[in-house]
């Protein structure tokens, strides 16, 4: 991905994935292993192959390493996505999060920014954060 770039779709809902796994100074095998179950199972992933992952997962780490690289990284999603798959570009988002290896400020604040350059309604992602939580809450023996 370089300045001239364009993107589709389904890799801009990666590069959105991949900018909320690296905030925090690198991917875990258990995000990727996320990344790779929702891009295997999701309709918005249709024509999407595991080896286009592992392509886009590291042209968008690399793009990430460039100068203003968030700041172009931010365009091309843009770009790519409809106002429907900017929602759904969020919601993976807070997959990758909420099933990472622990919460760490600098993945919430990159879903901060990533809610704001996506221009979503805040009830929209209230929404969209109460179902991740819930998806990803343990059993608790007690109960």
Do not use: W
Not at 50 to 79: K, P
Not at 97 to 118: H, K, N
């Amino acid at each position: 991905m370089r300045s001239t770039d364009s993107i589709n779709a389904p890799e801009a809902l990666v590069l959105t994935m991949v900018l909320v796994s690296a905030a925090d100074g690198g991917m875990t095998d258990r995000e990727i292993g996320i990344m790779s179950g929702l891009v295997q199972t999701l309709p918005a992933f249709q024509d999407f192959t595991s080896d286009a992952l592992a392509s886009v997962t590291e042209r968008a780490a690399n793009l990430l390493h460039e100068d203003e690289g968030l700041a172009h990284a931010s365009r091309l999603i843009c770009a790519a996505l409809s106002p429907k798959l900017r929602e759904t570009a969020y919601a993976l988002s807070c997959e990758v999060v909420a099933g990472g290896e622990g919460t760490r400020r600098q993945s919430l604040e990159m879903l901060d920014f990533v809610r704001g350059e996506l221009g979503l309604d805040p009830l929209v992602t209230a929404a969209i954060e109460r179902g991740v939580r819930a998806r990803y809450h343990r059993v608790d023996p007690a109960e």
